[in-house]
């Protein structure tokens, strides 16, 4: 690691700062007829990111806005140790950045208990007007990715020059994928995990979020040591 990098934590939501997807939350409770199908295209890349999220809300009536939003924001659970991390964060002056698939109307109030700015929070929208629950995508990808993320992680991630800034990442799932090619450092769990192995990615473990301090403690403490001459 180079220590005069600034590090800066790009975080995913679902599956990552939360316990589960609540994207697939939401359409395992509601049921809308032909999810799993379209989940399963997303998965085998048969279609994009942004074109199966926008497909699994437009199954999902604009009526049912409230108990779809109470649902979704019921059901999450916060990872073990994100307080933790955003503490560590805040005293090691380590730049935290949510990047997430996820949708503004779950990703907003589950974040609002913790000391996220804003303009720190990335994610998708949404729009109730039509019949059917429309997605919006507020940070789709450039020219410099082909991935039609629809939340496009690499975007921002490019934004902080390489040189600079010590990338770190940390995912679940197919969504982190192109990012962590990208990172420094990647933390991955489940699918991501998979991924990196199958891709020689190199990536550290982890379930709760006090793994990943630990190891930012570690890494920051072997990065300090200067060899001797
Ligand atoms: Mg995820
Ligand atoms: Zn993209």
């Keep these: 690691m180079n220590t005069h990098k600034k590090p800066v934590i790009f975080c995913d939501f679902d599956g990552t700062i939360t316990e589960n997807d609540n994207i697939i939350a939401i359409m395992k409770h509601f049921q809308p007829a032909g999810w799993e199908q379209i989940v399963e295209k997303i998965m085998n890349k048969e279609i994009s ?4 999220v926008g497909d699994l809300f437009a199954l999902l009536p604009s009526e049912k806005k409230q108990d779809i939003v109470t649902f979704a924001i019921e059901q999450a659970r916060i990872r073990d140790g994100f307080e933790a991390l955003l503490q560590y964060c805040q005293q090691e002056e380590i730049s935290f950045y949510v990047t997430s698939g996820g949708i503004d109307f779950f990703v907003y109030p589950l974040l609002a208990p913790y000391p996220i700015e804003k303009e ?5 929208g949404s729009s109730f007007e039509g019949e059917t629950i429309q997605i919006t995508w507020p940070h ?6 082909t991935n039609d993320c629809g939340m496009c992680k690499t975007k921002i991630m490019r934004s902080f020059d390489q040189a600079a800034y010590d990338r770190i990442l940390i995912g679940d799932s197919i969504t982190d994928f ?9 933390f991955a769990r489940s699918y991501l995990k998979t991924q990196c192995e199958k891709e020689g990615i190199p990536y550290i473990a982890y379930e709760d979020f006090h793994t990943v301090v630990e190891a930012l403690k570690t890494r920051k403490a072997s990065a300090s040591v200067k060899p001797s001459v």
């Design 49 to 52: 990111i942004r074109q199966g």
């Design 120 to 124: 720190h929070i990335f994610c998708n």
């Design 140 to 145: 789709a990808c450039d020219a410099h990715c």
């Design 178 to 186: 192109a990012g962590a090619k990208l990172a420094d450092l990647v």
